[in-house]
């Protein structure tokens, strides 16, 4: 594996903490003298990354002289709560701290691919999925906290009235359950390779243009790659915020 210089940083101070722990959960890594890969790496700066710019957000908070920084924040915020009250009705503020976490992530991570030296961890299948497998166990947590565990299960067996013949209803509720569940961990898949798929393609066609061109044409698919960056951190927080009010709404 060709380590980029912050994940070799990474293996130099901390490998072996990362590789006791892999042993101590019986994982075999592929190159033990450097257990942590770049998109591990990566995925650690970003959070960093994050963490660097809530933190100056929080001792810079002004109401009579905002910073540009706030501004941006505050911005962000309100597009993000907007949104999620638009969908999921009143009371949706709740959700908008993990959905803006969610959002600033995924797109922190598209977007550090462009910085020479770096690459974008949601190039990575296991990155999207950890993002898709997180929102996944986020919105049923939601939607039991809602309605309660046993409501919560019942809806996945299909609105079956008493107007609906007992044996039909035997029948027809453990296959709605079944595809209901089934459709719901397909989700995961869908949010995983959408995102994936986006951010390989946009890193290899940038890069082969930089091979071929190196002056002037990259910076059009550069460009591209931004634009991608946050639409595909956009649609990944929309349908997860979709996915919210589906599990919380009364009518689920």
Known sequence: MEQLPFTALLNKYFGGVALALLHALHIQPKHPETPITNFVAMEILVAIILVVFFVLVRMRLSVERPGWLQHIFEGLHNFVQNQSEEIIGHHSEGFTPFLMALGLFILLCNLIGLIPGFESPTATPAVPLGCAVASFIYYHIQGVKRHGAGNYL????????????????????????????????????????????????????????????????????????????????????????VYLAGAVSEAH
């Open 154 to 241: 019942k809806a996945f067996m299909g609105p079956f009235g008493s107007d609906v013949p007992f044996i039909m209803r035997i029948i027809l509720k453990p296959m709605m359950f079944i595809i209901e569940w089934i459709s719901n961990f397909a989700r995961m898949l869908s949010l995983t390779v959408r995102l994936y798929a986006n951010m390989f393609a946009g890193d290899l066609v940038t890069l082969v243009f930089i091979s071929l061109v190196p002056i002037g044409i990259p910076v059009l698919f550069m460009g591209l790659h931004i634009f991608v960056s946050f639409l595909q951190a956009y649609i990944f927080v929309l349908l997860v915020t």
